[in-house]
């Protein structure tokens, strides 16, 4: 199947600073991107969606100036935690999907994740 | 708006017995379901999805799953469980605007 990466997989900053996150899809062209955000012992919840060359769409809830994304090209999306505080610590997970893949029409392919965890 | 429920935040079954995780979805159009695994520390991995094509779905792992509209259920099931497969299962419907709607999860827990 498709496969996607993100980097890094572990991060801690302190409070205060900025940290972003790359979702990568390694062998296709993703048209379209999401952000989840899992808290331990918890289910997923999406933050935000986007799509290639246009603004996120986020979730109710979700402050935008807080979670920064962008989605420059078909391969890569950035979530960036600005002025990060200790209650953003979390399991963030990226997943891509693409309209244009036959084989996996539609298909969200999923991250393995990125630990956060800010002192 | 479509939704699922998972019942069952903790399952346990000895090794080699049936595995049986329940999943009901709520839907006022066919829906797309999922059921995905999630090891510790990790992204998530598909296990199998209905599309309207079958109602009976075998996915990796020998898991399969029942798609039962009169039941509104998508209920996970492998007929002998195995240590490896000790894991947070999610259920999930994709919405209109192809989001995915998860499920609370289920924690597998395997006896030996």
Redesign the interface.
Same mark, same amino acid.
């Given at each position: 199947g498709a496969v996607v990466s993100q980097h890094p997989s572990r991060v801690i900053c302190k409070s205060g600073t900025s940290v972003k996150i790359e979702c990568r899809s390694l062998d296709f062209q993703a048209t379209t991107m999401f952000w989840y955000r899992q808290f331990p012992k918890q289910s997923l919840m999406l933050m935000a969606t986007s799509n290639e060359g246009s603004k996120a769409t986020y979730e109710q809830g979700v402050e935008k100036d807080k979670f920064l994304i962008n989605h420059a090209s078909l391969t890569l999306s950035t979530l960036t935690v600005t002025s990060a505080h200790p209650e953003d610590s979390s399991f963030y997970i990226c997943s891509a999907q693409s309209l244009r893949l036959a084989e996996y029409y539609n298909e969200q392919f999923f991250g393995p994740g990125t630990r956060l965890t800010v002192l | 708006a479509q939704s699922v429920t998972q019942l069952g935040s903790h399952v346990s079954v000895s090794e080699g017995a049936l595995v049986l995780l329940r999943c009901n979805y709520s839907s006022s159009v066919p829906p797309y379901l999922f059921w995905?695994v999630q090891y510790p520390?990790?992204? =998530?991995? =598909?296990l199998l999805?209905y599309t309207s094509a079958a109602t009976l779905v075998k996915g990796i792992n020998g898991f399969e799953a029942e798609f039962k509209k009169s039941e509104t259920s998508f209920h996970l099931t492998k007929p002998s469980a195995h240590m490896s497969d000790a894991a947070e299962y999610?259920c999930a419907v994709r919405n209109r !605007? !192809?989001?995915?709607?998860? @499920?609370? @999860?289920t924690r597998l827990h395997i006896l030996p």
């Open positions: - | 995905y520390n990790q992204g =998530l991995q =598909l999805k999610f !605007d !192809d989001k995915i709607i998860f @499920g609370k @999860g």
